[in-house]
T-cell receptor
Framework: ETGVTQTPRHLVMGMTNKKSLKCEQH?????MYWYKQSAKKPLELMFV???????ENNSVPSRFSPECPNSSHLFLHLHTLQPEDSALYLC?????????????FGEGSRLTVL | TQLLEQSPQFLSIQEGENLTVYCNSS?????LQWYRQEPGEGPVLLVT?????EVKKLKRLTFQFGDARKDSSLHITAAQPGDTGLYLC????????????FGKGTKLTVNP
């Protein structure tokens, strides 16, 4: 139990579907992140939010749309995805965005796009 | 361009053996972290090293940061099945934006 909860744990969707991934942290942290983990690739940072403001958008396609309504919740809205978007999507939080700080990861949402 | 190269990519050993995994780069990092990710879970931080030449020990795990802050190693003594997992290194780049760069990881399997 890391204090970061992700739902759903598994999601299968067609290319025309719209779905959302949810992340909640109970650690009182100020920063939240979305990472993509694909086989044979390093963890890819997608988005960073600090105090509910987006501070990083790492050239992610617009079919991925993040939302951070408050410092404890982070969403990733998905629409018209491609099969190559199938991956494990990890949410993380940290006290702040400074280097050297510990990232607390959720268990991930395993996404399969058919 | 892959900034952090981890080796080996896969490692399968017997319980009780020692092992070392490596994290190398041509870039200088202000800090370097090691995470372990067990199957079905997210990565969990093991250690952060920030000083060149620094050595940190965590029970049977020994972490070393290179003098030039470009590389790091993780040595495990008397490996146990509970050590099985994906070991990820992540570097904070000097002069870059404030985000971590991850390696692809070393997948370790310790057989009973």
């Amino acid at each position: 139990e890391t204090g970061v909860t992700q739902t759903p744990r598994h999601l299968v969707m067609g290319m025309t579907n719209k779905k959302s991934l949810k992340c909640e942290q109970h650690l009182g942290h100020n920063a939240m992140y979305w990472y993509k983990q694909s086989a044979k690739k390093p963890l890819e940072l997608m988005f960073v939010y600090s105090l509910e403001e987006r501070v990083e958008n790492n050239s992610v396609p617009s079919r991925f749309s993040p939302e951070c309504p408050n410092s404890s919740h982070l969403f990733l809205h998905l629409h018209t995805l491609q099969p190559e978007d199938s991956a494990l999507y990890l949410c993380a939080s940290s006290q702040n965005t400074g280097l050297g700080g510990e990232l607390f990861f959720g268990e991930g949402s395993r996404l399969t796009v058919l | 361009t892959q900034l952090l190269e981890q080796s080996p990519q896969f490692l399968s050993i017997q319980e009780g053996e020692n092992l070392t995994v490596y994290c190398n780069s041509s870039s200088v990092f202000s800090s370097l972290q090691w995470y372990r990710q067990e199957p079905g879970e997210g990565p969990v931080l093991l250690v952060t090293v920030v000083t060149g030449g620094e050595v940190k020990k965590l029970k049977r795990l020994t972490f070393q940061f290179g003098d030039a802050r470009k590389d790091s190693s993780l040595h495990i003594t008397a490996a146990q099945p509970g050590d099985t997992g994906l070991y990820l290194c992540a570097g904070g780049k000097v002069g870059g934006s404030e985000k971590l760069v991850f390696g692809k990881g070393t997948k370790l399997t310790v057989n009973p």
